[in-house]
């Protein structure tokens, strides 16, 4: 995973040496994000049928190695349309791995350990989005950008190797959706539980996205402290994938709905405190903590939610969650020019409100859609202190 989001987010630190050598604008090669992003939303929902019988272990090599190949790929492009290509493989990678990490973290692990095992997961990522940008922008200064990416096709060899040796044999599971994913959306649950993931991602990244121009423009920090408060934000961030599984334990749903609460308090607190500087590093830490942490539960729910149905659960909510990050960061993107950061800010609390009632609403749903032996034991779960 840390390889995979290393690869996702390397073009961020090295947009401007790129696009001075593909002869081609800062935005446009921005847009190798892009379009990485949209592949990994129609890979995400057409994974599990295209897959069919292979046995998921194999699937598992094949994008790992499809990740040398699209830096290899990025590396060595000679122009912006195979960069772009290059780009487009790793969606596909991104789609299929993040679309089978649930299913397949319940297959490895017993259920009581299925939260850790996701969080560690998540820890990948979180470590990945500490150091790549930092990382990408030291190594495109020492050996160029094309040398960062061909960084990458030791570490997709390493973890190549480690998935062959560790990982067991793992055929293809029966699934009851027939290859239509939203045919789970009839359950209310289902469609409750992801407008709350989503709605979650939505408000997260319509700030998110932001934070670094609300920095320069309102707190007035300089480079070296941008990038302190922002490797604050990552570190935070880690810890709390490390430390969430534990919460999980007791209280799946309360974790759901008190996240996004504490994070809407928190986008508050900076719309009035945005000119204090350590304040507003504080809190963007403790955001970042909440924030990283999050995902782990939304995982967790889709492996409570989804045992007969993982992979098609896994893509639709990885469809979910890449749309919800695109629609809040262009949201959060027009309130910010039209309205400033206060604007963006008090949109995003709003919308993380929603999820946290989305939230709430998905928990009683899914109370009443359990066996009535069963009910019992999750009304302590949620309700517990």
């Known amino acids: 995973m840390f390889a995979l989001i290393a690869s996702e987010f390397?073009?961020?630190?090295?947009?401007?040496?790129?696009?001075?050598?593909?002869?081609?604008?800062?935005?446009?090669?921005?847009?190798?994000?892009?379009?990485?992003?949209?592949?990994?939303?129609?890979?995400?929902?057409?994974?599990?049928?295209?897959?069919?019988?292979?046995?998921?272990?194999?699937?598992?090599?094949?994008?790992?190695a499809l990740m040398a190949v699209s830096g290899a790929v990025v590396a060595l492009a000679p122009n912006y349309t195979i960069y772009m290509a290059g780009r487009a493989l790793i969606g596909v990678v991104i789609g299929g791995f993040w679309s089978m990490s649930a299913a397949t973290a319940m297959r490895l692990v017993p259920a009581e350990h299925v939260p850790r095992a996701?969080?560690?997961?998540?820890?990948?990522?979180?470590?990945?989005?500490?150091?790549?940008?930092?990382?990408?922008?030291?190594?495109?200064?020492?050996?160029?950008?094309?040398?960062?990416?061909?960084?990458?096709?030791?570490?997709?060899?390493?973890?190549?190797?480690?998935?062959?040796?560790?990982?067991?044999?793992?055929?293809?599971?029966?699934?009851?959706?027939?290859?239509?994913?939203?045919?789970?959306?009839?359950?209310?649950?289902?469609?409750?539980?992801?407008?709350?993931?989503?709605?979650?991602?939505?408000?997260?990244?319509?700030?998110?996205?932001?934070?670094?121009?609300?920095?320069?423009?309102?707190?007035?920090?300089?480079?070296?402290?941008?990038?302190?408060?922002?490797?604050?934000i990552g570190v935070?961030?880690?810890?709390?994938?490390?430390?969430?599984?534990?919460?999980?334990?007791?209280?799946?749903?309360?974790?759901?709905?008190?996240?996004?609460?504490?994070?809407?308090?928190?986008?508050?607190?900076?719309?009035?405190?945005?000119?204090w500087l350590w304040p507003v590093a504080a809190l963007l830490a403790l955001w970042g903590l909440l924030a990283t942490a999050a995902p782990v539960g939304w995982w967790s729910w889709l492996a409570q939610t989804f045992t007969e149905d993982a992979e098609a659960g896994g893509g639709l909510m990885v469809a979910v969650v890449q749309c919800s990050i695109a629609l809040g960061s262009t949201i959060g993107g027009l309130l910010f020019d039209g309205h400033g950061y206060q604007g963006t800010f008090i949109a995003s609390a709003v919308v993380l409100l929603v999820a946290a009632l989305l939230a709430y609403l998905t928990a009683g749903r899914r109370l009443d859609e359990r066996h009535p032996c069963d009910v019992e034991k999750m009304q302590v779960r949620i309700t517990q202190p």
């Not at 935070?236 to 759901?256: C, D, E, M, P, Q």
């Open 10 to 64: 390397m073009p961020v630190s090295l947009l401007t040496p790129m696009a001075a050598d593909l002869r081609v604008s800062e935005g446009l090669t921005g847009y190798g994000i892009a379009i990485s992003g949209a592949f990994a939303v129609l890979t995400s929902l057409s994974i599990s049928r295209l897959a069919g019988a292979m046995n998921r272990k194999s699937l598992l090599l094949a994008l790992t």
């Open 118 to 232: 996701l969080a560690i997961f998540n820890g990948g990522n979180a470590l990945a989005t500490v150091v790549a940008a930092p990382l990408g922008s030291y190594l495109g200064a020492v050996i160029g950008w094309r040398g960062a990416f061909l960084c990458l096709l030791p570490v997709a060899a390493i973890a190549f190797g480690w998935q062959w040796v560790s990982l067991p044999s793992m055929s293809a599971e029966r699934t009851t959706t027939n290859g239509n994913l939203f045919a789970l959306f009839k359950r209310r649950s289902v469609a409750l539980g992801m407008a709350a993931c989503g709605a979650f991602f939505m408000g997260q990244f319509a700030l998110f996205t932001y934070v670094r121009p609300f920095l320069e423009t309102v707190a007035h920090v300089d480079a070296p402290t941008l990038a302190l408060i922002l490797l604050g």
């Open 236 to 275: 935070a961030g880690f810890i709390g994938t490390v430390a969430i599984g534990a919460v999980l334990k007791h209280g799946l749903y309360r974790s759901l709905i008190a996240i996004p609460v504490l994070m809407a308090t928190i986008a508050m607190a900076l719309v009035f405190s945005g000119a």
